[in-house]
């Protein structure tokens, strides 16, 4: 097996590129699941509260949340009220892994070393406590 130093080179002949760290988090929170998550889309949203199913307390207001304001018209998704709906993280992660299946399917692109990084516990607020930078060694991150 190769060492993470071998697996993480660069595709070029040129030393001087930099190193690139992609980095997402992923979801996970003591008082919340992220399992059995089901997605809501509300088309063209109004500015009018969002009730949501599985748990009518929870109610997304314009009040609490001034940025969906400027949402209205766009399409939003929720989650149904019992859950995590994470696609936040379900997104940074699948624009990283699409990202690196096509970096190595398409040699011809020439890069320094890149480093791709999945950290749990945003929501918490510990996810990157034991993170050393140093040790990433990056001259570059992308965070979602």
Same mark, same amino acid.
């Given at each position: 097996?190769?060492?993470?130093?071998? /697996?993480?080179t660069?595709?070029?002949?040129?030393?001087?590129?930099?190193?690139?760290?992609?980095?997402?988090?992923?979801?996970?929170?003591p008082?919340?699941?992220?399992? /059995?998550?089901?997605?809501?889309?509300?088309?063209?949203?109004?500015? /009018?509260?969002?009730?949501?199913?599985?748990?009518?307390?929870?109610?997304?207001?314009?009040?609490?949340?001034?940025?969906?304001?400027?949402?209205?018209?766009d399409?939003?998704?929720?989650?149904?009220?019992?859950?995590?709906?994470?696609?936040?993280?379900?997104?940074?992660?699948?624009?990283?892994?699409?990202?690196?299946?096509?970096?190595?399917?398409?040699?011809?692109?020439?890069?320094?070393?890149?480093?791709?990084?999945?950290?749990?516990?945003?929501?918490?607020?510990?996810?990157v406590?034991?993170?050393?930078?140093?040790?990433?060694?990056?001259?570059?991150?992308?965070? /979602?």
């Open positions: 097996m190769k060492s993470y130093e071998e /697996n993480n660069s595709n070029s002949e040129n030393g001087d590129l930099p190193t690139i760290c992609f980095c997402s988090h992923i979801d996970t929170a008082d919340c699941s992220g399992t /059995n998550v089901k997605p809501i889309v509300h088309r063209k949203y109004d500015g /009018n509260p969002i009730t949501l199913p599985d748990d009518p307390s929870q109610i997304i207001t314009t009040e609490k949340h001034p940025y969906l304001k400027s949402k209205i018209g399409d939003l998704i929720t989650a149904s009220g019992l859950t995590l709906l994470g696609a936040d993280d379900k997104a940074g992660i699948a624009i990283i892994m699409d990202f690196c299946h096509y970096i190595v399917n398409t040699p011809e692109i020439k890069h320094g070393k890149i480093r791709i990084l999945f950290t749990p516990d945003e929501e918490v607020g510990r996810g406590e034991q993170l050393d930078m140093k040790k990433l060694n990056a001259d570059y991150e992308w965070w /979602n």
